[in-house]
């Protein structure tokens, strides 16, 4: 099974940016497609960005799309969120995910596993 441990969230103010990163363990990492959600507080958790095995294939939510960037390096097992022009309410638990094959996914549901998560905080 694999393991997901996400860092690089914390505090920011408008306007910041901020990189997220999400190592994985296993031998599948390099053919499963790989993504991000995130929860607020009181909200249910959302999709935020996903990309397919080889980085080929992403997809966004659109209220992060333009502004957020996803990639991976299938050599370090690391999946990035490079999230710029944060606003308040970006404010959330970002989770790193997996896909259920090597396509890109498209929703939460899509997914397959999720990580701790790492707290993303954005002060206006």
């Known amino acids: 099974q694999v393991q997901l441990v996400e860092s690089g969230g914390g505090l920011v103010q408008a306007g910041g940016s901020l990189r997220l990163s999400c190592v994985a363990s296993g031998r599948t990492f390099s053919s499963n497609g790989m993504g991000w959600s995130r929860q607020a507080p009181g909200k249910e958790r959302e999709f935020v960005a996903a990309l397919s095995w080889n980085g080929g294939s992403t997809s966004y939510a659109h209220s992060v799309k333009g502004r957020f960037t996803i990639s991976r390096d299938n050599a370090k097992n690391t999946v990035y969120l490079q999230m710029n022009s944060l606003k308040p309410e970006d404010t959330a638990v970002y989770y790193c995910?997996?896909?259920?094959?090597?396509?890109?996914?498209?929703?939460?549901?899509?997914?397959?596993?999720w990580g701790q998560g790492t707290q993303v905080t954005v002060s206006s």
């Open positions: 995910a997996t896909g259920n094959g090597p396509f890109v996914s498209r929703s939460d549901s899509d997914f397959g596993s």
